[in-house]
């Protein structure tokens, strides 16, 4: 099975930077890349799809990019609301994996 | 509105079986494929299993396979969850998903349930 690797498990920064977050599959996906966002004690949510495609109803400071092995979510403008533990999800075939999460906290 | 809502979760003893279900509302049920994820304490994200819209193409992540058993009742918007064989490892809260996009095997998903709580402990 395809495994998928997150880097860094976790993450500070303060307010206002650009923060990225990578995400690696042992084996090329395609573009068949999600990106969740799970909050404390919440359920997760779905940010970004397809690698690049935004989420209805999400920020545009959230963005996705890359394709077969290697994927980033980048958040350009940190906001307190964003602290959270972000999630990789690979979605082209079952098992869909996920990554083991980033932890991103303010600085 | 879009809602998932998970029942079945409790206090299993190792080796024992649960079933849990989920009951979805509005949407057209029988269009999407559905998944299980789950979350073991403090933990990340686990893929479980998923089922294609009509229900007939099943997955299943390897942790699970041959001990637990999706199924779906799209005369009933019902997703279900047999679990037997159950190990401490399988304690995590159980969500529930709805796939984001009316493909025919699972994806990503957008909607979740607020989970079931599965503990296994003698």
């Known amino acids: 099975d395809i495994q998928m690797t997150q880097s860094p498990s976790s993450l500070s920064a303060s307010v206002g930077d650009r923060v990225t977050i990578t995400c690696r599959a042992s084996q090329g996906i395609g573009n068949y890349l999600a990106w969740y966002q799970q909050k404390p004690g919440k359920v997760p949510k779905l940010l970004i799809y397809?690698?690049?495609a935004l989420e209805s109803g999400v920020p545009s400071r959230f963005s996705g990019s890359g394709s077969g092995t290697e994927f980033t979510l980048t958040i350009s403008s940190l906001q307190p609301e964003d602290v959270a533990t972000y999630y990789c999800?690979?979605?082209?075939?079952?098992?869909?994996?996920f990554g083991q999460g980033t932890r991103l906290e303010i600085k | 509105e879009v809602q998932l809502v998970e029942s079945g979760g409790g206090l299993v003893q190792p080796g024992g079986s649960l079933r849990l279900s989920c009951a979805a509302s509005g949407f057209t049920f029988s269009s999407y494929a559905m998944s299980w994820v789950r979350q073991a304490p403090g933990q990340g994200l686990e893929w479980v299993s998923g089922i294609s819209g009509s229900g007939g193409s099943k997955f299943y992540a390897d942790s699970v396979k041959g001990r637990f058993t999706i199924s779906r009742d799209n005369s009933k918007n019902t997703l279900n969850l047999q679990m037997n064989s159950l190990r401490a490892e399988d304690t995590a809260v159980y969500y529930c998903?709805?796939?984001?996009?009316?493909?025919?095997?699972?994806?990503?998903?957008?909607?979740w349930g607020k989970g079931t709580t599965v503990t296994v402990s003698s």
């Open positions: 998903a709805k796939d984001h996009s009316s493909t025919y095997y699972p994806t990503c998903m957008d909607v």
């Open positions: 999800q690979k979605s082209n075939s079952a098992p869909n994996t």
């Open positions: 397809i690698a690049s």
